[in-house]
């Protein structure tokens, strides 16, 4: 299975939290992040947003449908987003645009086998795959992706 993170990107500061929109910085960081996974991602890739401004907007430069999660707000655990995810028996890749520190803490649970207060910045994708062989599974990041290496 392939589970992506990505963390939304740059949000004005206010009140409430959860109606800062991206900021004109943050709308480039989403449409560059946007644009590589969209060359990336297959067809068939499940995609969940948190409901907050900014994380629908980021999820909105990508383009393509997606399902709006509750679950995914900025104090969801990591075992939550996990479960959405259906980790690791989804048949179909999962996109999870979402928040820190949650998104970090997914990742220091797949690949380091605990929860860790790991971090991913805005706008970046974490691209973890889980691989299966003869002597069981092991999950790794295929890919950290953040707006600066992508030349438009």
Avoid: Y
Wanted: aromatic content about 4%; some cysteine.
């Amino acid at each position: 299975m392939d589970l992506i993170l990505w963390r939304h990107a740059e949000a004005e500061p206010g009140d409430p939290d959860d109606e800062r929109p991206l900021t004109a910085k943050g709308h480039k960081q989403a449409a560059k992040i946007a644009g590589w996974l969209d060359r990336n991602l297959p067809d068939r890739c499940k995609i969940l947003v948190s409901p907050t401004k900014r994380t629908l907007q980021t999820a909105q430069a990508l383009g393509r449908k997606f399902k709006v999660e509750p679950g995914l707000m900025p104090d969801a655990t990591p075992e939550t987003i996990l479960a959405l995810a259906k980790w690791p028996d989804a048949r179909e890749p999962v996109l999870i645009v979402g928040h820190q520190p949650t998104l970090g803490q997914v990742a220091g649970l797949l690949i380091a086998g605990s929860i860790q207060d790991w971090t991913i910045k805005k706008s970046n994708a974490w691209w973890i795959t889980q691989k299966e062989n003869e002597e069981g599974s092991s999950n790794r990041v295929r890919a950290v992706i953040t707006p600066d290496l992508i030349t438009q």
